[in-house]
């Protein structure tokens, strides 16, 4: 997993009257290194209708998708994984019953990162780096040296768990960030102001922004 970890947030989208479905299919057409669906909010059923519409798309486009904090609906749908928080299912449970489903952790101290490095999930988010609007009560910002720390804390305790910065990355910052890690979550900066036309051209900008600065490295 290298590059933009593409997140289509419902509640942002809903916010600026933009339609999940045809706004993933747009970031898909960037070919990003993954793609998830977070819907915080949603019933069960509406969830799982939009997971059921964006999974053949991910398919088509060669791109990892991930269902944010639901393995079943992950399941149901055809996902290729599952994203989970410190208060979500343990990673061992969601192995033991969704054995197919590949899962992400969310960490936000190097106490979490410590403790999700031996749970071995298959990839590793930190953050938030910057201060962020997508979530209610977010956890205390890391920054850039606090994300080389627990980066380093990460890759001392499993080398070779691919590790995802999240939290108000933008395109000016995303090449700083992608620098120290192997993909970065983005959910504010692939937003339009107006309409779907420049959703493409963004996210293959993140895309590409990222990739670079870890090919200089």
């Known amino acids: 997993m290298r590059g933009l970890y593409a997140i289509v947030d419902i509640e942002a989208l809903a916010r600026r009257g933009v339609p999940p479905v045809p706004f993933a299919e ?9 793609i998830q669906l977070r819907d ?3 019933h ?19 791109v990892p998708f991930f269902a944010n904090d639901r ?17 979500d299912l343990p990673v061992a449970l969601i192995r033991s019953a ?8 969310s960490t936000h101290d190097a106490a979490q990162v410590e ?10 988010a930190v953050g938030p780096i910057f201060a962020t609007a997508s979530k209610d009560n977010p956890s205390p910002v890391v920054g850039i040296e606090g994300l080389r720390e627990l980066v380093g804390c990460a890759r001392a305790a499993r080398p070779g768990l691919p590790i995802v910065a999240i939290g108000g990355i933008t395109l000016e910052t995303a090449a700083a960030v ?3 890690v192997d993909a970065v979550a983005v959910i504010g900066a692939l937003l339009p102001e107006a309409g779907l036309s420049a959703v493409e ?3 293959r900008a993140l895309h590409a922004t990222i990739l670079g600065e870890r090919e200089r490295r």
Do not use: S
């Open 71 to 87: 393995p079943d609906l992950a399941l149901l749908a055809g996902c290729d994984g599952v994203h989970v928080g410190q208060d």
């Open 178 to 180: 992608g620098a120290l």
């Open 26 to 34: 747009r970031v898909l057409a960037a070919r990003p290194a993954a």
């Open 201 to 203: 051209e963004r996210a």
């Open 44 to 62: 069960a059923r509406e969830t799982l209708a939009l997971l059921r519409a964006i999974a053949p798309l991910a398919a088509a486009a060669g």
């Open 40 to 42: 915080k909010r949603g």
């Open 115 to 124: 403790q999700a490095a031996a749970e071995a999930p298959d990839y590793l």
């Open 98 to 105: 969704f054995p197919r489903l590949r899962v992400g952790l």
